[in-house]
């Protein structure tokens, strides 16, 4: 329960004490500065408080959006301000200096407008942030007199307060399929959900579940069954975008939901691939499991190319990139902007794409032509990025240099060797890590290509691979290009391991790489998710459990040298669980009991 304290006289007629019992909040009154401090002394000190002017004019949205908003440790709109737990030390003492100044008579805080507004000022006095969040045509005023409190309830009257809550439900970018296809009915969908208390976790397992039913049908591999795994896997989108919706549209914003969606995202279309190649055996015997494995290679490449680029520019300074501003004036062209969006192929367009190939092509066609786009879309992001990167004169931040080092997930071989080459490597030129980290990597995977199974050349390969690994990693990477050092980490782990299981050429190695694929892939996007939530990398432990990535890829190189193919595909199969259990229990333990500051994860970037 939270605590809402109305200051002032009472206004006959006013509606604002039944909207913020609507809100959840018990509603108090106070007539002055000393009795809001009387009563904010008897809430208990776990709960959110907000403060409120009697005179509030203003739409029921405007006070859930300044009052309701787990995000943000103080939030206030004009008449009405709040703080959680965090922020009420500071608001303790804004109302006690209040109290002081209005017993003494003076008018040093009285002539900033109502208590509220005053006890805003007092906040951000204080060291604490207040936010004020966007109120578009949405009312929230404390009229002084009669004939400005009649403007304020017709400008109310004027505005469609539930259009503009349920447009501000839909993210403001997105791709052209989810904006055009998708968002015009999902955000009712959402409203529905609302309406019956559900919860946008709720609605994100249900999202899991319809693309698991939709995976389960393309494994028939019947005609009626792909047919039902494309709308089914429509559907799932559908419902992906609604749980953010419905995040947006009743501010229900928590670090395990932004877990949630984005994970569950990474789970739903993989499955749908393992869906695919189970569905091609059983149809006509045609084994593609190679091709998605590569699909999801490739996809999650692309995820971590975004997510090391983003976190190294995420507080830069100087930013003076030419290919930046090319890129910001095409925004102001419209037909630019769609284009550009539907290029990267983004989660709409790419599920679209993946359900309409399902309903009428067979399983190869889908993964060929989603190979084809996503290597394309990979291209053109990668390229751009790269552009803006040479072009720019910024200094790295130290948390972005951290962001970094924790994305790449060395273990205990790299680590000892960067240690052992970190004054040597001081002295090599700014593209080192990148070149360093590029050599091993095609090394690796070229040797895996190329020599024979059961040989022991791919060993010596991911030993070189280990040496070269430590050593792109030995200095702080603050260079231009050095995002490009975890996506290239994750590239040759993910391809050498493809590559080995290809080789072996018996029934089951590639399937058992598809699982070994998806449990480290798992712990990648966990990392990615911990550092955009704030709470820093899974702890060291739990890397060197499971070996770091040139561990890992030494370990599957020996299996591949010592054991029979049929051996082999045992040995991935059981290295496939044992990462899946570790990295599953300790995130989930972790999201589960997480005290991090609530977020909203947009998605996948459009």
């Known amino acids: 329960m939270s605590t809402a304290i109305v200051t002032g006289s009472a206004v006959p007629g006013s509606p604002l004490e039944g909207d913020l019992k609507a809100l959840g909040f018990e509603v108090r009154h106070a007539a002055d500065a000393a009795g809001t401090a009387h009563e904010a002394s008897q809430v208990p000190a776990g709960q959110r408080i907000a403060v409120v002017d009697s005179g509030f004019v203003g739409h029921a949205h405007a006070l859930r959006l300044a009052l309701t908003d787990p995000r943000f440790a103080a939030s206030a709109v004009r008449g009405a301000v709040t703080v959680k737990p965090e922020a009420r030390p500071a608001l303790d003492a804004a109302l006690a200096e209040d109290a002081g100044d209005e017993g003494r008579g ?128 429509l559907l799932s989108f559908v419902l992906d975008c609604a749980d953010g919706q419905l995040a947006r549209y009743s501010l229900q914003y928590s670090t395990l939901g932004a877990w949630l969606d984005a994970t569950f995202d990474r789970a739903k279309e993989y499955a749908f691939y393992a869906g695919l190649a189970l569905g091609a055996a059983a149809s006509d015997g045609d084994d593609v499991w190679a091709l998605a494995l590569g699909a999801m290679v490739l996809q999650t490449c692309r995820h971590v190319v975004d997510f090391a680029f983003n976190e190294a520019n995420h507080d830069a300074t100087a930013n003076t990139s030419p290919t930046a501003a090319l890129s910001d004036r095409l925004d102001g062209l419209g037909w630019t902007v769609w284009l550009r969006r539907m290029i990267v192929l983004p989660i709409g367009e790419r599920w679209a794409l993946i359900a309409v190939l399902t309903a009428l092509t067979t399983p190869r066609i889908t993964f060929l032509v989603l190979l084809v786009g996503c290597a394309l ?47 040597a490597v001081r002295r090599l030129p700014a593209l080192a890590p990148v070149l360093l980290a590029l050599a091993g990597g095609v090394l690796l995977v070229t040797v895996s290509a190329f020599t024979g199974f059961g040989t022991t050349w791919p060993i010596v390969a991911a030993c070189v691979y280990c040496l070269t690994s430590g050593l792109a990693v030995a200095r702080p990477l603050g260079g231009s290009l050095d995002w490009l050092v975890p996506p290239v980490f994750r590239a040759a782990e993910y391809s050498a391991v493809l ?108």
């Open 499 to 606: 590559i080995l299981a290809a080789r072996a050429e018996v029934n089951g190695a590639l399937p058992a790489a598809f699982g070994l694929v998806s449990a480290v892939a798992y712990h990648h996007y966990d990392t990615v998710y911990r550092i955009r939530g704030g709470t820093g990398a899974p702890p060291q432990w739990l890397v060197r459990t499971v070996g770091g990535h040139e561990g890992r890829i030494l370990l599957v190189t020996v299996l591949a040298a010592l054991l029979a193919p049929s051996g082999f595909a045992v040995a991935l199969t059981v290295l496939a669980v044992a990462v899946a259990a570790v990295v599953l229990a300790e995130s989930i333990r972790f999201w589960v009991s997480s005290q991090a500051p609530a977020v909203h994860d947009e998605g996948e970037p459009a």
């Open 106 to 233: 003076s008018g040093a805080l009285l002539a900033v407008g109502s208590l509220a507004d005053r006890l805003a000022e007092g906040l951000l006095a204080r060291g604490t942030e207040v936010h004020r969040p966007e109120l578009g045509r949405l009312v929230a005023e404390v009229p002084a007199d009669p004939q400005a409190r009649n403007e304020a309830r017709q400008a109310l009257a004027a505005v469609d307060e539930e259009e503009i809550r349920l447009r501000s439900a839909v993210k403001a970018r997105d791709g052209f399929f989810t904006t055009y296809c998708i968002s015009p009915y999902s955000r009712y969908v959402a409203r529905w959900c609302a309406r019956r208390g559900l919860t946008p976790n709720q609605v994100t397992t249900a999202s899991l579940l319809t693309a698991l039913l939709a995976a389960g049908c393309a494994a028939t591999g019947t005609r009626p069954g792909f047919v039902a795994a494309g709308v089914l896997l």
């Open 377 to 423: 879309a990979a291209l053109y992001t990668t390229a751009g990025r790269v552009l803006r990167s040479v072009t720019r004169h910024a200094e790295r931040s130290e948390r972005a240099k951290r962001a970094l080092a924790e994305l790449c997930d060395t273990g205990l071989l790299a680590d000892s060797f960067a240690a052992a080459g970190r004054e």
